[in-house]
T-cell receptor, first 114, second 115 residues
Framework: AQTVTQSQPEMSVQEAETVTLSCTYDTSESDYYLFWYKQPPSRQMILVIRQEAYKQQNATENRFSVNFQKAAKSFSLKISDSQLGDAAMYFCAYSTSGTYKYIFGTGTRLKVLA | DAGVIQSPRHEVTEMGQEVTLRCKPISGHDSLFWYRQTMMRGLELLIYFNNNVPIDDSGMPEDRFSAKMPNASFSTLKIQPSEPRDSAVYFC?????????????FGEGSRLTVL
């Protein structure tokens, strides 16, 4: 069975600094997708970034980028130039290609200090 | 286009009462999910619909829970009778089948408190 592990329950970062959130996963599949979702206090889960396993290039969305290490089954999220609005819970998620089952990690609460 | 719309946003009820949560998916999306989020168990998939048909309801905790999708623009999750351990945030999410394993679009969730 696939699993997703986020080992950092909480992280803090100074405004304008860079922070990296960790995520590891376990799967025997070769074709899958990985996601980072943000859940601000408003509760709505919002997709931050998505990575296809078959792509070697790391995904980037503005200040957000990932470090995807397929062999190590690691998928970390780097937030550059952190802003107060980045404060939220961040969830790592996995889905096998062609299936509807998304597996979510337990989340990392990010605090941004002014 | 409006996102996934859920109601009510908050619900407080007493044990034994019936609770109905509602969801309107994004127009054109044919896949709909109900999730439950708690501190203890994280985000759990309760049920998945495709083209209004329940495909996987193995996550529904027990017979007290039921879900329907009478048409492409509306789904309900009902708990009858409710119990304190049902207190959680319930999310509805939708996507288009062609995007499966693509982005899930979530509603704002319904926070349920059962006293």
């Amino acid at each position: 069975a696939q699993t997703v592990t986020q080992s950092q329950p909480e992280m803090s970062v100074q405004e304008a600094e860079t922070v990296t959130l960790s995520c590891t996963y376990d799967t025997s599949e070769s074709d899958y997708y990985l996601f980072w979702y943000k859940q601000p206090p408003s509760r709505q889960m919002i997709l931050v970034i998505r990575q296809e396993a078959y792509k070697q290039q790391n995904a980037t969305e503005n200040r957000f980028s990932v470090n995807f290490q397929k062999a190590a089954k690691s998928f970390s999220l780097k937030i550059s130039d952190s802003q107060l609005g980045d404060a939220a819970m961040y969830f790592c998620a996995y889905s096998t290609s062609g299936t509807y089952k998304y597996i979510f990690g337990t989340g990392t609460r990010l605090k941004v200090l002014a | 286009d409006a996102g996934v719309i859920q109601s009510p946003r908050h619900e407080v009820t007493e044990m034994g009462q019936e609770v109905t949560l509602r969801c309107k998916p994004i127009s054109g999306h044919d896949s709909l999910f109900w999730y439950r989020q708690t501190m203890m168990r994280g985000l759990e998939l309760l049920i998945y619909f495709n083209n209004n048909v329940p495909i996987d309801d193995s996550g529904m905790p027990e017979d007290r829970f039921s879900a329907k999708m009478p048409n492409a623009s509306f789904s309900t999750l009902k708990i009858q009778p409710s119990e304190p351990r049902d207190s959680a945030v319930y999310f509805c999410a939708s996507t288009a089948e062609g995007w499966i394993t693509g982005e899930l679009f979530f509603g704002e969730g319904s926070r349920l408190t059962v006293l």
